[in-house]
């Protein structure tokens, strides 16, 4: 990734931080019990994963935009984080519309939180970009598995916004990774695809009442968030063109 796509990005995520999509007021917003018994504690745990601070991510970016010469990706990264705090308050409206539950902690989200937090921005883009990929296929399942026009829109809007997300972390992670040798690529890549099945797992054990309204089994939940993977992460001369590459870290 050159400047030229850093400042493309950045214009991207100011227009939409001064435009921020919201859900507008008259769509219908009738939640029946069922529908409720169903979402409430699956739709509290994503609306818990996304309100971190980001705190570990923009350190991370600060100190790799130092070392590389890129004081954009400083500016991105506060962007993007201040989006997805914004998914976690339109979420959090719904719930309290609602009277759904907020919780204060869950296992899943605790594995994705520690794994950010083990090194560098590289690897934080790793498990980031698994959390969002799973978050697609998940926010699209939650619009299958409910009847509200409210909620529909609003995980239309998340994966609206999630698209662009994966989009620039998955360029960004591309480059880095064009900098290694073939051999240490292959083996980033098959660790990362077993990491996000493993997390795709993880999260079927959570949400697999959402996921089954939706037409899901684990096996082709899991097919769905590999497939989203390779879409993103394949390897460039198979799927697209080549991203230029860092030095050498």
Known sequence: MVSDD??????????????????????????TDEEQRLIASSIATFQLGEQSEGATLLRAAQRFAHTHQLPPLVRIVELFIREEQRHATLLRRFMEDHRIALKSGHWSDCIFRRARRLAGLELYLHVLICAELIGKVYYRALEAATGCQRLKVLCRILVCEELAHVGFESQLLLALRASRLAPVRALM???????????????????????RRAGYNLRSFLASCLAQHDFYLAPPSASRIRVPPFPPI
Not at 24 to 29: I, Q, R, T, V
Not at 189 to 211: Q, S
């Open 6 to 31: 850093l400042r493309i990005w950045l214009n991207h995520f100011e227009y939409h931080a001064e435009h921020p999509r919201h859900v507008p007021s008259g769509f219908p917003d009738h939640l």
């Open 189 to 211: 890549r098959l660790g990362h695809r077993i990491f996000i099945a493993g997390a795709a797992g993880a999260v079927w054990l959570t949400h697999r009442a959402v996921l």
